[in-house]
């Protein structure tokens, strides 16, 4: 179970000397249960209660690195089941296949369309985080080759082939990149543990739908001296998918609520296994995917292997591990504020929304976008998007009156029209009353008000 | 040093001796050094013991399942005239401790005005019969196999078409002679009419058991519960993402009769992007409640999960996302499919291709672990 801020404290040295920027040890004590400080932060811990502290604190799922340099991707982490019990950490690493029996322009191809898929979203910029490569071919020089092509990709890599020879191969290539081995077997642990230890990688283990030989082989490798491993208890799609998900919940619930330490490792997911038997459309098989991929995400998959780039089929996996990984103890929102858009001047539009980080970043894209001249008054309405905040209460007249005091916005104009989102028409009323200025109902999307501004205004 | 200091010093160093294969003679030993010897061989005969218990224990696998004290109320939908559906009844939180007794069920929406504003991708599916609300929900059963139907009597709405209670009832009328499954009946969201409008309709729809949506903490949440319990109806219990508000609700439609197999949460679904975190949290809470043994939050739970058509990344017309007729649908089962992994047991749905999947996957929370087979994934590298 989560450590307490008490149990930290005990093992603190209690001066409440400050030098870790708290107050007191207690404040101390109480962030680290937290993660929001660092135990290094403390000057005078050292020796065995330092020591007793980082196992105390060592999270329920391991943290593993894979890849070196700027796009280095750690994975695990977590501390609980449920988000909104902390947050859950190190967001699900996604990796797409690229398999070494393609020829050179089509593997560069999808290796920069891999590298270049980016969406943004809330000011925030969504990307893939590696490269799988497959050894389809089953050649041991191919999976060389291509595994020399990644080298200085510059981006993450898990090199997948069970034959310890081919594996061999290519990590005498990029050993030294901290590419991810997949993965060791029943058949095969032995050699391929050998070599996770000599380049130092870490290391999937593959034991599909079997918790007790699974238990077992991670027993064996964590005995051979290995550290870093990820499990991949099989993904398997179609009717058994229950017990994929099965699978993946209860061996995060033992490393969680059992703090069995064979499981206590992150979980890869392969909803790329959907391409096995494609359905006849190709499109209904990228559904299938990013829907598996989508399940799993939701339920701990630390990492996983895809084969689609589509933009559409990636966006809404891309998305959903935006969401699934915001903190929950801090509201998606930004400044409440006045805020300028183009060459303002006595004569612009004024108009308001919320300050739901989501809402904001949507509203200003659109304002830019459409090359819009105005002023946008932020109100704060505790990160609630339009339709929320006026169902909850924080849109309301007396809040948007205050608001406009408080920004000066009557001394920056000369009229006294406000624009308001067609979401929030029902308190028009409300805001007139208590502001004095005259409300006009906007758009219901922010996208048509360029449209609508040229229009009226 | 003598030999059995000797002995005694390499003995310190290791946690395994044989004990069956010591052998040692009483005699030669002086009997001063006996205490600290017969001292230590017990000691490491302890550890022994203790690391074989500690390794047997460990490496047995052992099931992670848990008992509950509480469990989700079975809500019974339809009868009379129709098809049952039943809603919840669970008993554990996962599938591997207790199956689902009931699968999810999927509704798709339909409305009673022509709705030319929807997305292309839904009105591609459902165009020729948006004239009229019975065929609309005929086709949705028949040909995309929906379990029920909700109709959004949205033209009701003084600011829609204000369509009297008198035409709403012929809209109702229509769709229930169309269909045997059972019906939401959704109104328009006016707080003055919704109350008139579900009145009104639970007592068309007399002894159907209907889903009457919704109820919330803003309307007369009294009328739609006396009705329903006056005409045998379940009702929709509608909170915004707050567990608290929830809870208020619910006692309330209980003061006014319902049971607690009357009534479905909606506890707000947020879509996909546009904050469903909160809703995955207000879900996972609310039913981990449930479990636990709060009573009052025991009741299934629904999910708009329509909302996620709202969403930008779902209908906007933008090249670089590629086309929305692959969006929508994905928007809408991701949503969904995020929202029943919490536990919910309905969904209000729009796309044919977004309910199929969701349905297929639903199917198999009432399977038992490893009970169905799977495909050998054993060589997946080299198979596509």
Redo the contacts between chains.
């Keep these: 179970m989560k450590v307490t801020a008490m149990d930290i404290y005990k093992l603190l040295p209690r001066t409440n000397c400050g030098k870790c920027g708290e107050a007191s040890c207690m404040a101390f004590a109480a962030k680290l249960s937290q993660k929001e400080a660092e135990l290094s932060n403390c000057p005078q811990l050292k020796g065995a209660d330092f020591e007793k502290l980082t196992n105390m604190l060592a999270p329920a799922v391991k943290e593993i690195k894979i890849g070196t340099g700027d796009r280095a991707v750690t994975i695990g982490g977590d501390e609980v089941l ?3 019990e902390l947050t859950y950490y190190n967001p699900t690493a996604l990796a797409v296949d690229l398999s070494d029996d393609m020829d050179d322009s089509e593997f560069d191809q999808k290796l920069s369309e891999i590298k270049n898929l980016e ?1 943004e ?1 809330t000011g925030e910029i969504l990307k893939l985080n590696a490269v799988a490569l ?5 050649d041991l020089e191919k999976f060389k080759k291509a595994a020399e092509k990644l080298k200085d990709a510059g981006i993450p890599v898990i090199l ?3 034959d310890p020879k081919a594996m061999e191969a290519a990590l005498d290539v990029i050993g030294s990149k901290r590419p991810l081995i997949y993965a060791a ?1 029943e058949n095969n642990i032995n050699e391929m543990s050998e070599l996770a230890l000599k380049h130092n990688c870490p290391i999937s283990l593959f034991v ?2 079997d ?2 030989k699974m ?2 082989l991670s ?1 064996k490798l964590r005995e051979s001296g290995v550290k870093d491993i990820v499990l991949d208890p ?10 994929t ?2 699978n993946f ?2 061996i995060r ?2 490393a969680v ?2 703090k ?3 499981f206590r490792f992150p979980i890869l997911a ?1 909803p ?2 959907c ?4 359905e006849e459309d190709e ?1 209904l098989t ?3 995917e ?2 598996t991929a ?2 799993l995400m ?2 701990y998959a630390d990492a996983m292997i895809l ?1 689609g780039v ?4 990636m ?3 891309l ?2 591990r ?3 990984y ?1 903190d ?1 103890r801090k509201p998606q929102s930004v400044e409440a504020k006045i805020y300028e858009f183009g060459t303002v001047d006595e004569n612009s539009p004024v108009i308001m929304t919320t300050n ?1 980080a ?1 809402t904001y970043y ?1 509203v200003a894209g659109d304002l830019k976008s459409g090359k819009v001249n105005c002023y946008l008054l932020v109100l704060d309405t505790g990160g609630k ?1 339009v339709d ?1 905040a006026v ?2 209460g924080q849109f309301n007249g007396k809040a948007a009156a205050e608001l406009m005091k408080e920004t000066g916005i009557e001394k920056l104009v000369n009229h006294k029209k406000l624009i308001i989102p067609g979401l929030a028409a029902s308190v028009s009323g409300d805001i007139e009353d208590q502001s004095g200025w005259e409300v006009i109902v906007g758009t219901r ?1 922010s ?1 048509e008000v360029p449209a609508f501004l040229a229009k009226i205004w | 040093m003598d030999t059995m200091s000797q002995i005694l010093k390499l003995l310190e160093k290791t946690d395994s001796i044989e004990i069956n294969e010591f052998r040692m003679d009483v005699d030669e030993l002086e009997l001063t050094i006996m205490p600290t010897l017969q001292n230590f061989v017990q000691k490491v005969v302890e550890k022994q013991v203790e690391a074989k218990k500690e390794f047997e224990s ?2 047995e ?1 052992k ?2 399942v848990k008992d509950y004290a509480g469990k989700v109320n079975e809500v019974k939908l339809g009868g009379k005239n129709r098809k049952t559906v039943k809603l919840g009844g669970q008993t554990s939180l ?3 401790e207790e199956p689902q007794p009931n699968a999810p069920t999927v509704t798709f929406d339909v409305f009673d005005i022509p709705m030319n504003g929807l997305p292309r991708p839904i009105k591609e599916n459902f165009e020729d019969v948006m004239h009229s609300p019975g065929e609309w929900a005929e086709k949705a059963v028949k040909e995309f196999g929906a379990d029920m139907i909700t109709l959004h009597l949205i033209g009701t709405d003084p600011k829609v078409k204000d369509k009297s209670l008198k035409d709403a009832a012929k809209d109702l009328e229509e769709v229930l002679q169309a269909v045997k499954v059972p019906l939401v009946i959704g109104g328009s969201g006016n707080p003055k009419k919704d109350p008139l409008v579900l009145e009104m309709a639970a007592e068309v729809a007399d002894g159907e058991r209907c889903l009457l949506a919704s109820a919330n903490l ?1 309307l007369d949440y009294q009328k739609i519960a006396q009705a329903a319990v006056k005409h045998d109806h379940a009702v929709l219990s509608w909170a ?2 707050d567990v608290n508000m929830q809870k208020v609700l619910n006692k309330a439609l209980m003061k006014e009769g319902l049971t607690a197999n009357d009534i479905v949460m909606d506890p707000t679904t ?1 879509a ?6 909160f809703s ?2 207000v879900m ?2 609310t039913r ?1 409640s449930a479990l636990k043994g709060e009573e009052i939050l025991q009741m299934p739970m629904s999910s708009g999960t329509t909302n996620a058509w709202g969403s ?2 779902a209908w ?1 017309k933008k090249d ?4 929305t007729k ?2 929508g ?3 809408e ?2 949503t969904g ?2 929202m029943m ?1 919490c536990g919910v047991d309905i969904f209000m749905m729009l796309h044919p ?1 977004s309910v199929k ?1 969701l349905k297929e ?1 639903g199917t ?2 009432t ?1 038992e ?2 009970s ?4 050998d ?8």
């Design positions: 449920y988000r909104y969406f979203r497959r050894n389809k071919s089953g997948c082939s069970f077997t599909p739908n918790l007790e238990k077992q027993r099989g993904t398997c799609i179609g009717e058994a998918i229950g017990d998900m099965d919940i209860m619930r033992l609520e059992e069995d330490d064979d392969v790329a296994v391409w096995i038997n494609p499109i990228k559904m299938k990013a829907t989508a399940a939701n339920r084969h589509d933009i559409w089929e966006m809404p996996v998305t959903l935006q969401s699934l915001t929950p739901f989501l949507t998007a929320v169902a909850g999307d996208s | 460990q490496i696998f099931y992670p996962y599938r591997f803003d915004i993402s947020c996909l992007g546009y904050g469903i975190e995955i949290d996972t809470r981990l930008r990344e906007m670089e996302w590629g086309p692959y969006r649908p994905i928007w089962v991701v499919i995020t992994l291709l999947t996957i198999t929370l399977y672990y490893k169905k087979e799977s495909q994934i054993s060589d997946w590298i080299n198979k596509f």
